[in-house]
């Protein structure tokens, strides 16, 4: 993935309409048949997964995906499953950051 990634939130999925971005969230749901799960990052994002990628509810990903030209959804490019201690307020801030001086963080 050669592609500049930002990262980003539920709250700013719309500022990043058909860009490939980077997310970290807790899986809330996981379809395995329509290959849909939802994630929350400050908010609920709806993933559309492309791969064999499975996700475990509870638990916590970074996913690097495009953000579709509506910002319904997330289509998933990589996912990278994170440990169980995420400080999710952390997550928010450097987020925030990110938007701020996007240089730093891609």
Do not use: W
């Amino acid at each position: 993935m050669d592609n500049v990634t930002i990262r980003t939130d539920a709250s700013l999925l719309p500022q990043h309409q058909g860009k490939i971005v980077r997310i970290i969230g807790k899986c809330e749901s996981y379809d395995a048949s329509s290959r849909h799960t939802t994630l929350n990052s400050n908010g609920p994002i709806r993933l559309a997964l492309t791969g064999n990628d499975s996700f475990t509810v509870g638990n916590n990903y970074e996913i690097i995906g495009q953000v579709s030209s509506d910002a319904a959804s997330v289509r998933v490019m990589s996912v990278i499953e994170l440990s169980d201690n995420v400080n999710f307020d952390v997550v928010k801030k450097l987020v925030q950051y990110a938007q701020k001086v996007p240089e730093l963080y891609a």
